[in-house]
């Protein structure tokens, strides 16, 4: 599943395709997503210009010259494929620009979704406007008030996107780890000391996933490139019985219904 250093890497990729390009011709290949497409999509996007790209938590976002964003989730298994060859199964949505280059968004199990929103309403967008701080700008006295008093674990409070945005499994298991923070803590009762090394390995664990998924950016400038999943090594998730750097065993134990992977020597 896509996570946000997966979505930022896609942004990245689909920039230098798109940006400042105008989109000569659209196709939407199926009437939906998740969701419906908007209908009058291929009307307003066809001729206008793409001005900049984003993204915001989980979400891609592509400006262009008519005052619209193009909003796209990736949901469970969407991807961008760049100069396709030929149409794939599951591409639904296609973007042509006046180069001839074009991006396929690709979606086996249609997850994802696709939205049209006027750009300056877009912090108001629900789906938007629900979310709390993007990782990269948290301020560990504001997520200390925003964890006041909740017993809840902080592993959980993490994943709750009116939190903090766009933080995923993975990478709140990473973050953890670093900070040397249990799981199953209390989010009340972390201290403002130990909040602000969760904010410094949340941006750590982040920036080195961007960067390792960068590195593979050079990948898709070829045809049939594939934008947004790369590997990368993690120190504790998915890697349950396996050894800590402490010479301890990475435990494994399910939170809200997913794993969450821990070092019980290192995390209190
Ligand atoms: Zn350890």
């Given at each position: 599943m896509p996570e946000l250093p997966e979505v930022e890497t896609t942004v990245r990729g689909l920039e230098r395709v798109l940006h400042g390009r105008r989109i000569a011709s659209v196709e939407a290949r199926r009437p939906d997503l998740r969701r419906a497409l908007p209908v009058d999509l291929g009307q307003r996007l066809t001729g206008a210009h793409v001005?900049?790209?984003?993204?915001?938590?989980?979400?891609?976002?592509?400006?262009?010259?008519?005052g619209d964003t193009l909003v796209f989730h990736l949901g469970m298994s969407g991807h961008w494929r760049v100069d396709p060859t030929e149409v794939a199964k599951h591409d639904h949505f296609i973007i042509e620009t006046d180069e001839g280059r074009k991006v396929a968004l690709n979606d086996a199990r249609r997850f994802g979704s696709l939205d049209l929103v006027r750009t300056e309403e877009?912090?108001?967008?629900?789906?938007?406007?629900?979310?709390?701080?993007?990782?990269?700008?948290?301020?560990?006295?504001?997520?200390?008030?925003?964890?006041?008093?909740?017993?809840?674990?902080?592993?959980?409070?993490?994943?709750?996107?009116?939190?903090?945005?766009?933080?995923?499994?993975?990478?709140?298991?990473?973050?953890?780890?670093?900070?040397?923070?249990?799981?199953?803590?209390?989010?009340?009762?972390?201290?403002?000391?130990?909040?602000?090394?969760?904010?410094?390995?949340?941006?750590?664990?982040?920036?080195?996933?961007?960067?390792?998924?960068?590195?593979?950016?050079?990948?898709?400038?070829?045809?049939?490139?594939?934008?947004?999943?790369?590997?990368?090594?993690f120190e504790v998730y998915d890697r349950e019985g396996k050894k800590c750097s402490c010479g301890g065993l990475v435990k494994r134990i399910v939170q809200g219904g997913r794993s969450t992977f821990y070092c019980p020597k290192c995390q209190r």
């Open positions: 001005t900049s790209l984003g993204r915001r938590a989980k979400y891609g976002l592509i400006d262009t010259d008519r877009l912090a108001q967008w629900p789906a938007i406007a629900a979310l709390g701080p993007e990782p990269f700008s948290l301020d560990p006295r504001d997520l200390k008030r925003r964890l006041a008093g909740r017993s809840a674990a902080i592993k959980l409070l993490l994943l709750d996107q009116r939190v903090v945005a766009g933080l995923g499994n993975i990478y709140v298991c990473e973050a953890l780890y670093r900070a040397g923070i249990h799981p199953k803590r209390a989010g009340g009762s972390v201290s403002l000391e130990r909040l602000q090394r969760l904010v410094v390995a949340i941006e750590a664990v982040l920036d080195e996933a961007i960067a390792a998924g960068g590195s593979t950016l050079r990948d898709f400038a070829s045809p049939d490139g594939e934008l947004g999943y790369f590997s990368k090594k």
